[in-house]
T-cell receptor, first 113, second 113 residues
């Protein structure tokens, strides 16, 4: 069974630009969550999608958004990038949700310059 | 709210030493508890989990017991190997808070030969 695939692995963007990250979950998994990992703040929850609907949202500004497609693939978008958005963005999928345990992808390393 | 506190790191051990990484939590509701491991340059891997009090999760020689009375989920391994060097995260999920995972700060483990 293929794992969770995130693309691209690395990204460098300029302040003020926008970026879209992609995540393909494990086949059959309908829940996809996104997390931001930084040295200062650790792992923080961004949002979760289940069957194309946002089911849960963390405390991030509206510049962070996401969506899920009918095949469960998910994208997350960050507009008007700031230097502080530099982080490792992790996608995780699960059959039903967090209580069953999530499988994480390898992440997208975003650097904003 | 929900929170997870891990013992401060980093932790440095010699090969074959006994490992304990402490984890305590606070939760509004009945949480499921997890340990994740992150190797350099990679995403998170689910190491083990427990979904109710007194459950013991185990995997690859690692164990953790869900202790409701002390709100703890300490990770242990009887004999560590160099290949166990990684960052370990304790996490919880509560259904009433949606499917988000709340993580501890992470503990860096280095095992020397």
């Amino acid at each position: 069974k293929a794992g969770v695939t995130q693309t691209p692995r690395y990204l460098i963007k300029t302040r003020g630009q926008q970026v879209t990250l992609s995540c393909s979950p494990i086949s059959g998994h309908r829940s996809v969550s996104w997390y931001q990992q930084t040295p200062g703040q650790g792992l923080q929850f961004l949002f979760e999608y289940f069957s194309e609907t946002q089911r849960n949202k963390g405390n991030f500004p509206g510049r962070f958004s996401g969506r899920q497609f009918s095949n469960s693939r998910s994208e997350m978008n960050v507009s008007t990038l700031e230097l502080g958005d530099s982080a490792l963005y992790l996608c995780a999928s699960s059959e039903q949700g967090g209580n069953y345990g999530y499988t994480f992808g390898s992440g997208t390393r975003l650097t904003v310059v | 709210g929900n929170s997870v506190t891990q013992m401060e790191g980093p932790v440095t051990l010699s090969e074959e030493a006994f490992l304990t990484i402490n984890c305590t939590y606070t939760a509004t509701g009945y949480p499921s508890l997890f340990w994740y491991v992150q190797y350099p340059g990679e995403g998170l891997q689910l190491l083990l989990k427990a979904t109710k009090a007194d459950d013991k999760g185990s995997n690859k020689g690692f164990e953790a017991t869900y202790r409701k009375e002390t709100t703890s989920f300490h990770l242990e391994k009887g004999s560590v190997q160099v290949s166990d060097s990684a960052v370990y995260f304790c996490a919880l999920s509560v259904e009433t808070s949606g499917s988000r995972l709340t993580f501890g700060e992470g503990t860096q483990l280095t095992v020397n030969p």
